[in-house]
């Protein structure tokens, strides 16, 4: 080692001296030679004969030389360079492969790179909050619903508070909308009700003031506000004096406790937050197990694991199922919070959609290959000479890496800016509702991945043809490129198998984005239940300021629809608790018994889906009736109580009787007979791809909420009243705030954007892919017959028909393209049930999509291979026989 | 390879460095001419030798810290370049002589082992 060290340290000294002649070493040289003269002359030589002799004896000078030169100086550096410039001269030589090369890089890496900063962003970047690692969600396990997501009862929250070992701080909160009212105009937005822990759990101190505690959380205390931070600065312009004042929330004066910094709370959209103040609520209905009102955050105790915590809470919730009978199947689920906010569907969806993306990239390596490969073969005969002239395989393997290395930093660098601009599209058409997109952007991590993409590119693409020409005996290669027959047998060999690779893969990607496109094209089929053209809705809170009660909410409502329907362009209003297809507003779970079935456990209850709805509801909406009436002007607080049930709810619990005229109740909840007045159809409730669940509606004015979502029927396109409709409401009262508009079409439209996301992106992988074989399976065949030519010329010269080529080259390519399809069926069969979540109505190995992919690729291969074959069915057998 | 002249063989690249160095032990001091006329004498012309491979010997020999140069007048009253062996060049040639002679020892069983049969 240290003699190498000095070696380096001499050649170092040399680097900086570089170019001066080295007279003292000629001199060396001439006098060594000159002794040796002098002694040829002593032994009798002429002088011309001996200085001869002596030149003789003492060998090559300029080669010494050089080798002096080499030994002092850092000859691979100079190599190198050597290299680069021959590999740049030969890249621009042939700008067709060249740019072929480089767009099917950048593609690559640009897919990647987008892709890329998607997951990170969403799923490796650490949350902003506090310690995140520590911060969890306690859920409820609903068997029956098939979910682990479930809210929480406030009894749960206390039990899981008293488990100091294993929780430092558990909060209750619930979401709710607040408007923000006072001088400027009305404003809707997300706020969060929080118990006295909630501070606590997210763990980071306050901007300004101080946050809510255990004092604002008490039944009856004054009720105080704390302020998100975008809030702060967009409504307050981040004035720190409103801390201590009053601002109108809901049309109450509330006092501002304090601002929260950016990025310490979750969920992310929460701009207010109020106490909840039930802290030592005593009252059977706040404690009630099967009150799952509640969402709780928690902050787990220092040292202890998630698993243990979860295997802790697992034998608590299993207890609790077998002490309360309203809490059966039912158990505790604890998530990370970071597990909690990227759902599993998105996850999934993430997933997928980078591994279709390192598909592209494997593809875009493997043409990489192909062409440098093809490339290398036209160079056959320069690098075989080089090879017998000396040049080691390592020397050639840098050259061809030199060369994959310009590619590489070329096609990065084009893929990065690729990256940056499909991000934005990308970023552009996210269905709205994903949550932490604002963070995603192309940052160091993502530079990172990409440059190491490159470095694999580099490799990849390099090492191929170097060990490929390394194989190569020039003696042989140098034979064949002499009798004109190019290159050998073994270089098409690797680049057929190169190309049944990209076939197998492409199959795969065409597989996944085959079935995504069926999961979706059964997702829009399904009917939503009634027409969505032409229908607008809205949300509206009737403040408790100026609406005390039940009869002036149902007041106030009444006198907003009606004063709608006086717009021009309007054909009907109406309004409910609860839109379909995931459309807004609060979702009520009850359970029904018929009039004079016994209580659980002797009997089976029904639950249903509970909305509170105007007359005219199912008119507007256009639901039709199957049986009875809707709900009229007549259907007041003061009449007999009534209940219209959907289809689903009426074949389940009346399977073979008329509904109409029976009774029944929600027997834990409200508990009061009504009578079934009508049927309607079935709708569905928490999305389009739902199941099928059970509905009831009851009339506004038996049951009167103080928010609902309006409906609003017209005669066109509903966004030109938007305007009209938002006056009227403002004439009526002029703080009333106005949230969630959006026309049901939109509401459908959304609620597919993530399956169409998924399926877009996953086409034009798919797309790119295929155009990627079809390239790489034309460039063989093409190659493959310009070496055959005379092979062909021979078989027509003996009779064969042009057909019979044509067919020949056809079939070779079908046999190729076959190969990849089967390898890469089976890899799709394996793979394709990875995505099983995405698929709705699908299964992951539908035959006809494998069919159909694998027919389309054949396709592709027959077309591609079209014009090679034409070429070789055209070959004279006169000029290439007489060219031989 | 050098079939057409039998009894010369071409000297290895290591080899050289080694009786380089062994010379440079022997003689003391010498200059490249020096050196290769000891390598000729000694070899009683059995080695054929380029003799500017002598100088490729002294660079890397020297670029190892096993000899040192140093200008000085020689026999004709020219200036040349003479160089000596090191301490660590000493150690070196021990260290190679050592290997040498177990590796032509093995070499030697070996092919008296072949020619036997």
Redesign the interface.
């Given at each position: 080692m240290p003699?190498r060290l000095?070696?380096f340290a001499?050649r170092l000294a040399r680097l900086f001296r570089r170019g001066a002649p080295d007279s003292?070493?000629d001199?060396?040289?001439e006098?060594?030679i000159?002794?040796?003269t002098?002694r040829y002359v002593r032994q009798g030589m002429t002088p011309e004969d001996a200085r001869y002799a002596a030149r003789r004896?003492?060998?090559?000078?300029t080669?010494?030389r050089e080798?002096?030169n080499e030994?002092?100086t850092f000859a691979s550096w100079d190599r190198l360079a050597q290299d680069l410039r021959y590999g740049l001269r030969l890249l621009v030589r042939n700008p067709g492969v060249t740019a072929a090369a480089l767009l099917t890089l950048s593609l690559g890496i640009g897919a990647n790179t987008a892709v890329f900063s998607l997951v990170e962003g969403l799923l490796l970047k650490p949350l902003p909050y506090q310690d995140a690692a520590r911060l969890v969600v306690p859920a409820t396990i609903f068997q029956r619903h098939k979910s682990d997501r479930g809210s929480v009862a406030y009894a749960d929250v206390l039990d899981w508070r008293a488990q100091s070992s294993l929780f430092e701080a558990v909060a209750a909160f619930r979401p709710t909308g607040l408007d923000l009212t006072g001088d400027e105009e009305p404003e809707r937005v997300q706020a969060l009700v929080v118990d006295e822990d909630y501070f606590r759990v997210m763990g980071r101190p306050m901007r300004y003031g101080r946050p809510l505690a255990l004092g604002d959380n008490l039944p009856g205390a004054p009720t105080a506000a704390v302020l998100g931070h975008a809030l702060w600065t967009r409504r307050f312009g981040a004035d720190p004096g409103v801390v201590g004042r009053n601002v109108e929330i809901n049309g109450a004066q509330v006092l501002v406790a304090g601002v929260v910094q950016p990025d310490s709370t979750w969920p992310e959209d929460a701009e207010v937050f109020l106490p909840l103040k039930i802290a030592g609520a005593r009252d059977a209905d706040t404690l009630r197990r099967d009150n799952h009102i509640y969402q709780s955050v928690a902050r787990l105790a220092r040292g202890v694991s998630l698993q243990q915590v979860q295997s802790r809470l697992s034998v608590m919730g299993g207890r609790i199922a077998q002490q309360f009978t309203n809490r059966a199947g039912t158990n505790w689920k604890l998530h990370t919070l970071a597990g909690y906010i990227v759902e599993p569907y998105l996850r999934q969806t993430l997933l997928v959609l980078f591994a279709a993306s390192l598909l592209v990239l494997l593809i875009a390596y493997v043409n990489l290959a192909n062409l440098l490969l093809a490339r290398g073969a036209t160079r056959a005969h320069e690098v075989a000479i080089r090879n017998a002239l000396g040049a080691g395989w390592k020397r050639l393997a840098q050259q061809f890496l030199a060369e994959s290395a310009l590619l590489a930093l070329g096609g990065g660098l084009a893929g990065i800016l690729a990256g940056k601009w499909g991000l934005k599209i990308l970023l552009r058409l996210a269905p709205p509702d994903i949550p932490r997109l604002a963070g995603v952007h192309i940052d160091l991590t993502v530079l990172a991945f990409a440059t190491a993409l490159c470095l694999v590119a580099v490799v990849f693409a390099g090492l191929v043809p170097a060990l490929h020409a390394a194989r190569q005996a020039p003696v042989e290669v140098l034979r064949e490129t002499a009798r004109g027959a190019s290159q050998g047998l073994r270089g098409g060999r690797i680049r057929r198998l190169l190309v049944v690779a990209e076939f197998a893969l492409a199959i795969i990607l065409l597989t996944g984005a085959g079935l995504l496109v069926r999961s979706f094209q059964r997702i829009r089929r399904i009917d939503p239940g009634f027409p969505t053209a032409n229908l607008l809705t809205l949300q509206v809170a009737l403040p408790r300021a100026r609406y005390p009660g039940p009869p002036q909410y149902a007041a106030g409502f009444e006198q907003l629809t009606t004063s709608l329907r006086r717009i021009p362009g309007v054909v009907s209003t109406s309004a409910t608790s609860s839109l379909p297809v995931d459309g807004g507003g609060f979702y009520l779970g009850r359970v029904f018994l018929r009039e004079g079935q016994p209580e659980p456990p002797a009997s089976a209850d029904t639950a249903a889906a509970w909305s509170v709805v105007q007359p005219g509801y199912f008119a507007t909406m256009r639901i039709p009736l199957a049986a009875g009436r809707e709900f009229t002007d007549r259907d007041t607080a003061d009449s007999p109580l009534v209940i219209v049930i959907s289809r689903a709810m009426a074949r389940q619990m009346f399977p073979n009787q008329s509904p109409l005229g029976q009774r029944i109740r929600s027997w834990r909840d409200e508990n009061k007979y009504r009578e079934i007045v009508g049927v309607a159809g079935d709708l569905r409730y928490n999305g389009l791809t739902d199941d099928i669940g059970n509905n009831v509606y009851v009339p506004h004015r038996q049951d009167s909420w103080s928010r609902l979502q309006l409906v609003v029927r017209t005669a066109r396109d509903p966004h030109i009243l938007l305007s009209s409709i938002r006056s009227q409401i403002w004439s009526i009262d002029r703080k009333l705030s106005i949230s969630a508009v959006q026309t049901m079409d939109q509401v459908v439209e959304n609620h597919m954007a993530q399956p169409r996301f998924c399926m877009f992106l996953l086409c034009v992988f798919g797309g790119a892919a295929l155009l990627l074989a079809a390239i790489g399976i034309f460039g063989v065949m093409a190659y493959s017959v310009a070496e055959r030519t005379r092979e062909f010329g021979i078989r027509i010269a003996m009779g064969a028909l042009r057909a019979d080529v044509l067919r020949l080259v056809a079939f070779g390519a079908v046999r190729l393209a076959g190969a990849g399809i089967l390898c890469g069926l089976a890899g799709a069969f394996a793979l394709t049930r990875l995505m099983k979540a995405l698929l709705y109505d699908v299964s992951p190995t539908d035959a006809a999509t494998f069919l159909l992919v694998s027919a389309l690729l054949t396709l592709v291969a027959l077309a591609a291979a079209y014009l090679p074959a034409h070429r070789a069915a055209k070959v004279d057998p006169v000029v290439t026989l007489r060219y031989e | 390879m050098a079939k057409g002249k039998p009894g010369k063989s071409d000297v290895l690249q290591g080899t050289l460095d080694l009786m380089v160095l062994k010379t440079l032990e022997a003689l003391g001091p010498q200059h490249g001419y020096g050196i290769a006329r000891r390598i000729e004498q000694v070899s009683q012309e059995v080695l054929r030798l380029n003799e500017g491979t002598v100088y490729t010997s002294l660079l890397r020999l020297q670029q190892n810290g096993w000899i040192s140069s140093d200008w000085g007048t020689s026999e004709n009253n020219r200036q040349a370049r003479f160089y000596s062996i090191t301490r660590r060049g000493r150690k070196q040639l021990a260290r190679e002589t050592e290997n040498w002679a177990r590796i032509s020892g093995v070499i030697a069983r070996v092919l008296s082992l072949a020619g036997g049969r």
């Amino acid at each position: 080692m240290p003699a190498r060290l000095r070696t380096f340290a001499s050649r170092l000294a040399r680097l900086f001296r570089r170019g001066a002649p080295d007279s003292a070493f000629d001199d060396e040289l001439e006098g060594h030679i000159g002794l040796l003269t002098e002694r040829y002359v002593r032994q009798g030589m002429t002088p011309e004969d001996a200085r001869y002799a002596a030149r003789r004896q003492f060998g090559n000078q300029t080669a010494l030389r050089e080798e002096r030169n080499e030994m002092q100086t850092f000859a691979s550096w100079d190599r190198l360079a050597q290299d680069l410039r021959y590999g740049l001269r030969l890249l621009v030589r042939n700008p067709g492969v060249t740019a072929a090369a480089l767009l099917t890089l950048s593609l690559g890496i640009g897919a990647n790179t987008a892709v890329f900063s998607l997951v990170e962003g969403l799923l490796l970047k650490p949350l902003p909050y506090q310690d995140a690692a520590r911060l969890v969600v306690p859920a409820t396990i609903f068997q029956r619903h098939k979910s682990d997501r479930g809210s929480v009862a406030y009894a749960d929250v206390l039990d899981w508070r008293a488990q100091s070992s294993l929780f430092e701080a558990v909060a209750a909160f619930r979401p709710t909308g607040l408007d923000l009212t006072g001088d400027e105009e009305p404003e809707r937005v997300q706020a969060l009700v929080v118990d006295e822990d909630y501070f606590r759990v997210m763990g980071r101190p306050m901007r300004y003031g101080r946050p809510l505690a255990l004092g604002d959380n008490l039944p009856g205390a004054p009720t105080a506000a704390v302020l998100g931070h975008a809030l702060w600065t967009r409504r307050f312009g981040a004035d720190p004096g409103v801390v201590g004042r009053n601002v109108e929330i809901n049309g109450a004066q509330v006092l501002v406790a304090g601002v929260v910094q950016p990025d310490s709370t979750w969920p992310e959209d929460a701009e207010v937050f109020l106490p909840l103040k039930i802290a030592g609520a005593r009252d059977a209905d706040t404690l009630r197990r099967d009150n799952h009102i509640y969402q709780s955050v928690a902050r787990l105790a220092r040292g202890v694991s998630l698993q243990q915590v979860q295997s802790r809470l697992s034998v608590m919730g299993g207890r609790i199922a077998q002490q309360f009978t309203n809490r059966a199947g039912t158990n505790w689920k604890l998530h990370t919070l970071a597990g909690y906010i990227v759902e599993p569907y998105l996850r999934q969806t993430l997933l997928v959609l980078f591994a279709a993306s390192l598909l592209v990239l494997l593809i875009a390596y493997v043409n990489l290959a192909n062409l440098l490969l093809a490339r290398g073969a036209t160079r056959a005969h320069e690098v075989a000479i080089r090879n017998a002239l000396g040049a080691g395989w390592k020397r050639l393997a840098q050259q061809f890496l030199a060369e994959s290395a310009l590619l590489a930093l070329g096609g990065g660098l084009a893929g990065i800016l690729a990256g940056k601009w499909g991000l934005k599209i990308l970023l552009r058409l996210a269905p709205p509702d994903i949550p932490r997109l604002a963070g995603v952007h192309i940052d160091l991590t993502v530079l990172a991945f990409a440059t190491a993409l490159c470095l694999v590119a580099v490799v990849f693409a390099g090492l191929v043809p170097a060990l490929h020409a390394a194989r190569q005996a020039p003696v042989e290669v140098l034979r064949e490129t002499a009798r004109g027959a190019s290159q050998g047998l073994r270089g098409g060999r690797i680049r057929r198998l190169l190309v049944v690779a990209e076939f197998a893969l492409a199959i795969i990607l065409l597989t996944g984005a085959g079935l995504l496109v069926r999961s979706f094209q059964r997702i829009r089929r399904i009917d939503p239940g009634f027409p969505t053209a032409n229908l607008l809705t809205l949300q509206v809170a009737l403040p408790r300021a100026r609406y005390p009660g039940p009869p002036q909410y149902a007041a106030g409502f009444e006198q907003l629809t009606t004063s709608l329907r006086r717009i021009p362009g309007v054909v009907s209003t109406s309004a409910t608790s609860s839109l379909p297809v995931d459309g807004g507003g609060f979702y009520l779970g009850r359970v029904f018994l018929r009039e004079g079935q016994p209580e659980p456990p002797a009997s089976a209850d029904t639950a249903a889906a509970w909305s509170v709805v105007q007359p005219g509801y199912f008119a507007t909406m256009r639901i039709p009736l199957a049986a009875g009436r809707e709900f009229t002007d007549r259907d007041t607080a003061d009449s007999p109580l009534v209940i219209v049930i959907s289809r689903a709810m009426a074949r389940q619990m009346f399977p073979n009787q008329s509904p109409l005229g029976q009774r029944i109740r929600s027997w834990r909840d409200e508990n009061k007979y009504r009578e079934i007045v009508g049927v309607a159809g079935d709708l569905r409730y928490n999305g389009l791809t739902d199941d099928i669940g059970n509905n009831v509606y009851v009339p506004h004015r038996q049951d009167s909420w103080s928010r609902l979502q309006l409906v609003v029927r017209t005669a066109r396109d509903p966004h030109i009243l938007l305007s009209s409709i938002r006056s009227q409401i403002w004439s009526i009262d002029r703080k009333l705030s106005i949230s969630a508009v959006q026309t049901m079409d939109q509401v459908v439209e959304n609620h597919m954007a993530q399956p169409r996301f998924c399926m877009f992106l996953l086409c034009v992988f798919g797309g790119a892919a295929l155009l990627l074989a079809a390239i790489g399976i034309f460039g063989v065949m093409a190659y493959s017959v310009a070496e055959r030519t005379r092979e062909f010329g021979i078989r027509i010269a003996m009779g064969a028909l042009r057909a019979d080529v044509l067919r020949l080259v056809a079939f070779g390519a079908v046999r190729l393209a076959g190969a990849g399809i089967l390898c890469g069926l089976a890899g799709a069969f394996a793979l394709t049930r990875l995505m099983k979540a995405l698929l709705y109505d699908v299964s992951p190995t539908d035959a006809a999509t494998f069919l159909l992919v694998s027919a389309l690729l054949t396709l592709v291969a027959l077309a591609a291979a079209y014009l090679p074959a034409h070429r070789a069915a055209k070959v004279d057998p006169v000029v290439t026989l007489r060219y031989e | 390879m050098a079939k057409g002249k039998p009894g010369k063989s071409d000297v290895l690249q290591g080899t050289l460095d080694l009786m380089v160095l062994k010379t440079l032990e022997a003689l003391g001091p010498q200059h490249g001419y020096g050196i290769a006329r000891r390598i000729e004498q000694v070899s009683q012309e059995v080695l054929r030798l380029n003799e500017g491979t002598v100088y490729t010997s002294l660079l890397r020999l020297q670029q190892n810290g096993w000899i040192s140069s140093d200008w000085g007048t020689s026999e004709n009253n020219r200036q040349a370049r003479f160089y000596s062996i090191t301490r660590r060049g000493r150690k070196q040639l021990a260290r190679e002589t050592e290997n040498w002679a177990r590796i032509s020892g093995v070499i030697a069983r070996v092919l008296s082992l072949a020619g036997g049969r």
